[in-house]
């Protein structure tokens, strides 16, 4: 079966971008992976700091262990958004296939210290155990919070300078990185901004790592196409799916109100993000 660096390699090829969903419990990852293995794609399963503790670090591990070696399929797991060295190591430890080091809020110059201390030891426990663990880095402004936001937030026109994130690169030895491109996290009610496509073909070219769109949903179909056609090879999805699992949660309760077996009660959320998760698969995969 292929790693999740032969997944993205693969990606970038064939010009598709793999989709990388959240999870905050069980009905969400049997969404996510039964979109995936309907249409016979790769998938990431993403837990921040606050669904990892929600979750537990070591069952995230096992649950999309078993998937992968049961079914031999290409599933992964990525601790999103870790803000210390610490935490990305307790990850690493735990048998996490990715990680990302969110150091965006700190100068350069501890982005890359801290960000570097991660990729070494990612790559020292890779050398001693054999597993291909892959660091992602952040740089530029995408903000935080996948939630529902009035207007876009103070900050947001400052994308990623190409020479700044050469550098960067560089100076960390990170796998892949997830750029400011006119991308924001959560999704905007006037409208969330159109991608900087040009941009991410210029920060493709020179970083020479492959580029992570974080801030996906609420985003036109068209700039998922361009940022993909222009070097974006993994896709975040996460506010997208939290809106759907809670329609479908209090459309099943207002259904069913005197139901009270829980997979019962869930059943229709699960549903309702598999639906959005299947699309959003084929848009990246370039299926109809």
Same mark, same amino acid.
């Given at each position: ?7 993205? /390699?693969? $990606?970038? =090829?064939?010009? #598709?971008?793999? @989709? ?6 069980? =009905?969400?990852?049997? +969404?996510? *992976? ?14 921040? =700091? ?30 999103? !958004?870790? $803000?210390?060295?610490?935490?990305? /190591? +307790?990850?690493?430890?735990? @048998? ?6 969110? +150091? ?14 991660? #990729? ?21 402004? &995408? ?12 900050? $947001? ?23 400011? #491109? ?22 493709? /070219? ?7 769109? !974080? ?19 993994? &896709? ?10 809670? =329609? @479908? ?13 829980? *997979? /019962? ?24």
């Amino acid at each position: 079966m292929k790693t999740l660096r032969e997944c993205i /390699k693969e $990606a970038e =090829e064939k010009k #598709v971008a793999i @989709g990388h969903f959240n999870i905050s419990n069980l =009905e969400g990852l049997h +969404a996510i *992976y039964n979109a995936a293995k309907k249409l016979n794609v790769p998938i990431i399963i993403g837990v921040s =700091e606050g669904e990892e503790a929600f979750v537990g670090r070591e069952e995230a591990v096992a649950l999309v262990r078993v998937l992968r070696e049961r079914d031999n399929f290409p599933i992964f797991l990525n601790a999103d !958004h870790h $803000a210390s060295f610490e935490s990305v /190591k +307790a990850c690493i430890d735990a @048998g996490f296939d990715a990680v990302i080091i969110d +150091a965006v809020k700190l100068s350069f110059e501890d982005n890359v210290k801290i960000t570097k201390e991660c #990729v070494e030891y990612a790559q020292s426990v890779s050398k001693a155990t054999g597993r291909d663990i892959l660091v992602e880095a952040e740089l530029g402004y &995408i903000g935080s919070g996948s939630n529902i936001k009035d207007v876009i937030p103070e900050g $947001a026109g400052v994308k990623t300078d190409p020479q700044e994130a050469q550098k960067f690169t560089e100076m960390t030895g990170i796998d892949m990185l997830a750029p400011s #491109v006119g991308n924001i996290h959560g999704m905007i009610k006037t409208g969330n901004p159109h991608i900087d496509e040009e941009l991410v073909a210029e920060i493709r /070219k020179v970083s020479g790592v492959p580029l992570v769109l !974080h801030g996906g949903s609420g985003l036109k179909d068209e700039d998922f196409t361009n940022a993909i056609a222009s070097g974006v090879s993994i &896709i975040h999805i996460n506010t997208e799916i939290r809106i759907a699992y809670m =329609e @479908g949660l209090k459309k099943s309760l207002a259904q069913n109100p005197d139901e009270i077996v829980p *997979y /019962k009660v869930s059943q229709l959320a699960q549903d309702m993000v598999e639906e959005v998760v299947t699309e959003r698969l084929k848009l990246f995969n370039g299926m109809k």
